[in-house]
């Protein structure tokens, strides 16, 4: 391929690309050249853009700053410097301004290309595509699928929704809960309905569908009876629904019936439920709880980043400048060692005729900071003065009463890229690599027969031909396109010299044999002499077939997704934007509004529907367009237009945020319901759960003073019995040892007499003490389980010693309690082991101690899942029990063994039981016949009520 008659660096600065060369060696990427289309997007002039790093022209959007891709573009340089290849980054957001400083949405595409000198990067071809029209396209794809998402409102709706198609009734579409209603799956779609269900054919709704399709008129019907076979058995449920006539787009003969049913059986039968599920009640009280993250930063951490830092930085101290601190780096570029605590002026005097002393005097004087951009700088380095160029910034440093007590020094080496700029600007090869590496399609044609110079390998894949048209006439290496215009546009440019630039136009072209439909985007722009005439045209293209096609599809979806919208069965809108506009409208929101859609079309929601301006709505639509979430609302009331007056409704609706590309809510759609025939027989119900709690809250009271006063009864009672059981027992043993020569027989009967007494004396005891535990004027305290268990190990030392038994528990923490009630339950369980012991075996009792799971809160059914639960686990290696018996032993008076088998009153698990409950806590049991008893006490660290 040829050159030499062709001046490239024209040829670049003419080109439709959007490339800048960037300097590799320059922290800011400093602009070395660009294209006459890389001057437009920039909105200022060439003169601006060389020698101005590439930021400084593209500040962010301050309406929008996260469209700025500086943190993006400055990586993929790095990347670019560190791999020394190529980095291309996907389309992003990077917005720019026009003439009148007012930023435009833009999308870009970037290719940053490394060119290489001696293994090292010294500039970055830097290529940008505007792609705006692509990633609108594809948001507008990314709208129909929100659209779609929209659609699955339908599909997750908890109202059974089905569409029925043609004469058969085939079953379109069924949504999950229209398949719960039937008590199928999902392989009924495309079936007939009556093939699905024959049993509604004879309850008329088989005629109504035919009806409604034929006649295109909706059929409502409200709290209708319905009979559908389930798992074998007749099952009966009762529906609002609404069947209306289904259009196809551009059809107007219904095809179908779309239907939507309420299934409201649960409201008529609500009544019921309600007053059953009046007898549960529970309290819950949220604690909360406070953490505190302490974050550590040092010093020294921050003193050696800046001793690493692979830049020249020094600190200089008072206004003789006396040097405070300098890293490597500096000492580096100075050639000096040894310098701290040294002046400037001292270390460095070959810089006082250089400008360098009054820049720092002025910074420190001033207060305000200076920077030089290629400066150049002499210095003595091994006795001999030498040249460098630097970028460098003097800083100034402030005290807490706002002086300047010193200045920070930092700096960039750019010598090497000074001295390689010199070299750089003496050839054009980088022009020549630009252009051969264009990432869009290139060709040039010099001449009045537009014969074809060369053209890149893009632009000869999108012609469908090789190198060899190269030295052809356009229309000799095209001949399909001899009869489309783009023959004539080339000449006009040449004869003109006015530039045309093309937008999706479409090319039939020859690829593979066959002629095809292509849409381009392309720029035909004449290249100029010296003396300003015409001498070729440089040809720039962009084949965007695939949005051109994307977006015939788009509006295809847009027709189908709006006809769906419009005949649907329930109110349905969008919004579109902040001023939140009516873009669609069906009937069924015609009418729930009581305007027209004709009236409220185009109109802002608030202007269109000045009545519910103070129902609350705009900050919700505010805080979705903002956040993009979801919302949801039940029942609401609305008070809407009715002709002449205004109506009260209630109206369930979702409000869902309809999202571009990059997450930006763009419109949102809403989905409404009128339930206000379910609202007022709600508000019936209501009234009569009223009256009955109130009916319950009185027995309730009743019931708390029956309680009373059996307590009163128990204590009172026992306390009257002891005195009988013990003048018993006292004139038994008189009698028995006023009587000689007793026998046998009398003796026995004595000792059973005895006995008995003794049992019901234990007895009298034991109720007495279940019946004080239900008192709630006792006061928690912070109690040691450790020492309140030595205590009763303490109490029961003869039997344990007796019996040979041994106990072993581990550390156990303190908890709030009642101290006499923490002593009881430990009792009651180490003599319920005791007493339940195997013959013959030595009894093993084992205390053990965890943290509650927030798995076993929920499982106990613990009464405030906030606070922080022990668990106990109490084991004997006794006689066990059966599984089945685990509740029933805490159980009063119940016994799982015979009164003579083994001792005791049948109370003491129960007061376990009542303990546990009187700490808001759980109890439980496990029984096994081979291996003991597992006792499970669970109780909080603290009361949520405890008093000091």
């Known amino acids: 391929m040829q050159y030499n008659l062709i001046d490239f660096k024209t040829i670049f600065e003419a080109m439709h690309e959007k490339s800048a060369l960037i300097n590799a060696l320059t922290n800011n990427f400093e602009i070395i050249s660009v294209t006459d289309e890389y001057v437009q997007i920039a909105g200022v002039s060439r003169e601006e853009l060389i020698g101005a790093g590439i930021f400084k022209n593209f500040p962010p959007n301050p309406k929008f700053p996260e469209s700025s891709g500086e943190s993006i573009l400055r990586e993929s340089f790095e990347t670019c410097i560190l791999e020394k290849k190529t980095s291309r980054l ?34 970055i071809i830097h290529t940008v595509e505007d792609v705006t029209e692509l990633i609108q396209s594809q948001q507008k794809n990314q709208e129909i699928k929100h659209h779609e998402q929209a659609h699955n409102l339908f599909m997750q709706s908890s109202a059974g929704i089905h569409i029925f198609r043609g004469p058969d009734m085939i079953v ?6 229209t398949l719960e209603m039937w008590g199928k799956d999902s392989s009924v779609i495309g079936k007939p309905l009556l093939e699905i269900l024959p049993e509604i054919e004879a309850q008329g709704f088989a005629e109504i569908i035919h009806d409604v399709r034929l006649s295109g008129i909706p059929y409502t019907a409200y709290e209708t009876p319905v009979m559908i076979f389930k798992n074998g058995r007749e099952e009966f449920a009762y529906y609002n629904f609404v069947m209306q006539p289904y259009y196809e787009e551009d059809k107007k003969i219904p095809i179908g019936v779309m239907t939507i049913a309420n299934d409201v059986t649960e409201q008529i039968l609500g009544k019921k439920e309600l007053l059953e599920k009046e007898k549960n009640l529970e309290i819950a009280i949220n604690a909360k709880i406070e953490t505190q993250n302490e974050l550590e930063k040092t010093a ?42 040294k002046l400037y002026s001292e270390v460095l005097p070959e810089l006082e005729t250089q400008e360098i002393y009054p820049q720092l005097e002025s910074v420190f004087t001033t207060g305000k900071a200076f920077h030089a951009k290629n400066q150049r700088i002499n210095l003595v380095h091994d006795g001999e003065l030498k040249t460098f160029y630097f970028n460098y910034s003097f800083t100034p440093l402030f005290d807490a009463f706002g002086e300047v007590y010193g200045v920070m020094n930092t700096a960039a080496d750019v010598t090497e890229l000074n001295v390689a700029l010199q070299k750089l600007e003496e050839s054009e090869y980088r022009y020549r690599t630009l252009i051969e590496n264009s990432s869009v399609a290139a060709a040039l044609y010099k001449g009045k027969d537009i014969k074809l110079q060369y053209a890149n390998d893009i632009m000869l894949k999108y012609w469908g031909r090789d190198s060899s048209v190269i030295g052809k006439t356009f229309t000799d290496a095209l001949p399909e396109l001899q009869d489309q215009d783009f023959p004539k546009l080339l000449k006009k440019v040449y004869e003109t010299g006015i530039e045309y630039k093309g937008t999706e136009e479409k090319a039939t072209i020859l690829v593979d044999g066959k002629l095809q439909d292509f849409y381009f985007n392309f720029t035909y722009k004449p290249l100029r002499n010296n003396l300003g005439k015409v001498y070729g045209i440089h040809h720039m293209a962009v084949d965007v077939t695939s949005e051109v096609l994307v977006k015939k599809e788009l509006e295809k979806s847009e027709n189908n997704f709006r006809s769906m919208i419009l005949q649907a069965p329930v109110a349905i809108c969008i919004f579109n934007g902040k001023d939140y506009i009516f873009e669609v409208v069906n009937s069924m929101m ?50 809407l237009p009715d002709g002449d007056g205004t109506k009260t409704i209630y109206a369930s609706y979702i409000y869902e945020p309809i999202k571009d590309a990059y997450g930006i809510v763009q419109s949102i759609i809403v989905v409404a319901s009128d339930v206000t025939q379910q609202v007022y027989a709600r508000k019936k119900i ?55 020569n007793i026998s046998d027989r009398s003796l026995n009967y004595m000792n059973k007499i005895n006995h008995s007494t003794q049992r019901m004396s234990n007895l009298i005891k034991d109720i007495l003490g279940y019946s004080q535990l239900s008192k709630d004027n006792e006061v928690f305290r912070k109690v040691d389980l450790n020492k309140s268990l030595k205590g009763i190990i303490s109490d029961f030392e003869l039997i344990i010693e007796q019996k040979e038994a041994s106990l072993h528990w581990s550390e156990l923490p ?135």
């Open 590 to 639: 015609e009418e729930m509004l009581g305007r027209k859609a004709s009236f409220i079309l185009g109109k802002p929601f608030f202007e269109a529907m000045p009545e519910m301006r103070d129902d609350g709505l705009k900050p919700i639509l505010d805080n979705i367009m903002q956040h993009g979430n979801s919302y949801k609302s039940e029942d609401q009331e609305f008070h």
């Open 814 to 948: 303190a908890i709030e309690a009642i101290p006499l009630q923490i002593s009881q339950l430990f009792g009651n369980l180490i003599s319920n082991s005791l007493k339940y012991s195997r013959a013959g075996i030595p009894p093993e009792i084992t205390i053990t101690s965890e943290d509650v799971t927030p798995e076993e809160i929920e499982k106990y059914k613990l009464s405030n899942p906030k606070l922080k639960y022990l668990k106990i686990i109490y084991l004997d290696n006794g006689i066990g029990f059966k599984e089945e018996y685990a509740e029933r032993i805490f159980h009063i008076f119940q016994r799982l063994h015979g009164k003579t088998d083994y001792e005791g009153t049948g109370i003491g698990l129960a007061m376990c039981k009542k303990i546990v409950q009187n700490h808001h806590g759980a109890i439980s049991a496990e029984g096994n016949d081979d291996f003991g008893a597992k006792f499970i006490v669970i109780l909080p660290l603290k009361q949520l009520k405890a008093k000091p």
């Open 686 to 740: 209501e009234e009569i759960v009223a009256e009955r709690t109130k009916a319950l809250a009185e027995a309730n009271n009743n019931l708390k003073e029956s309680n009373a006063e059996l307590e009163q009864f128990a204590y009172i009672a026992s306390h009257d019995l002891q005195e009988p059981l013990r003048k018993i027992s006292i004139f038994g043993k008189m009698l028995e040892e006023s009587l000689e």
């Open 90 to 123: 996907a389309a992003h957001r990077y917005d720019v301004s026009d003439e009148s400083g007012v930023f435009i949405e833009k999308y870009w595409s970037v290719k940053n290309k490394p060119l290489l000198k001696n293994d090292q990067v010294l500039y």
């Open 172 to 177: 379109d579409l069924a949504n999950q809960p």
């Open 300 to 341: 020294q951490q921050l003193r050696s980043f800046i001793e690493s830092a692979p830049f020249p930085i020094g600190v200089y101290i008072g206004k003789e400048m006396r040097i405070e601190f300098v890293n490597q780096s500096i000492l580096d570029v100075w050639g000096k060692k040894d310098v701290v605590g």
